[in-house]
């Protein structure tokens, strides 16, 4: 596509449920970034794929979060059992793979949990 | 480890007037420092960026920002403020040549708003 697209762009659920949030990057990028943006934190970077694997997973905040990427494409991030605290807005950012930090960022997912 | 100070959560300006953003950086080596603009209900967008050469940068919608080691900053500048400028701007640092973690760190965000 000519952007990065996130889906679903808003998710109410109650507390316990489990998630997913899908992320669909630009054609042809190989980097993936799954980062969190709650109210006064900033961005947190949450988890990074190079084509499929992802060789940093250091952000994810509990085992309670996952993410996986499939042909090197669309990428899913699973929150399981989630937390009020897990209500965030959560980004998705691809780019060309040699990093030169111009990350093209999607629209977001906004997540409350009730 | 890298990390990004960014001094205000909110600044306000009136139309027309210098916008001035204010970013500092901590790091053991030398930088890529980044500007990105997030509007309201989108995604963040890069601004401009610094990676190496002349220290002075010039961005999209007439912003730019200076890179100065011996102070450890990066602020961003536009001469006069437009009501569209109005959105939250993120500075970050970079040391990496790969991604992951150290691809980039961002500051919490400095929040524009433009008076009529």
């Known amino acids: 596509g000519a952007g990065v697209s996130q889906s679903p762009s808003n998710k109410v659920t109650e507390k316990g449920k489990d998630v997913e949030l899908r992320c669909d990057p630009i054609s042809g990028h190989t980097a993936l970034y799954w980062y969190r943006q709650s109210l006064g934190q900033g961005l947190e970077f949450l988890i990074y794929?190079?084509?499929?694997?992802?060789?940093?997973k250091s952000g994810l905040p509990s085992d309670r979060f996952s993410a996986e990427r499939t042909g090197g494409s669309v990428s899913t991030l699973t929150i399981q059992r989630t937390q009020q605290e897990d209500s965030a807005v959560y980004l998705c950012a691809s780019s060309l793979g040699t990093f030169t930090g111009e990350l093209f960022f999607g629209e977001g997912s906004r997540l409350t949990v009730l | 480890a890298q990390s990004v100070t960014q001094l205000g959560s909110h600044v306000s300006v009136s139309e027309g007037a210098l916008v001035l953003l204010r970013c500092n950086y901590s790091?053991?080596?030398?930088?890529?420092l980044f500007w990105y603009v997030q509007y309201p209900n989108q995604g963040l967008q890069l601004l401009l960026k610094?990676?190496?050469?002349?220290?002075l940068v010039k961005g999209i919608n007439g912003f730019e920002a200076e890179f100065k080691k011996s102070e450890t900053s990066f602020h961003l500048t536009k001469p006069s403020a437009h009501m569209s400028d109005a959105a939250e701007y993120f500075c970050?640092?970079?040391?990496?040549?790969?991604?992951?973690?150290?691809?980039?760190?961002f500051g919490k965000g400095t929040h524009l708003i433009i008076q009529p």
């Open positions: 610094y990676t190496t050469g002349a220290t």
């Open positions: 790091s053991s080596v030398p930088p890529y």
């Open positions: 794929f190079q084509g499929n694997s992802a060789p940093d």
């Open positions: 970050a640092v970079s040391v990496g040549s790969g991604g992951g973690a150290d691809g980039l760190t």
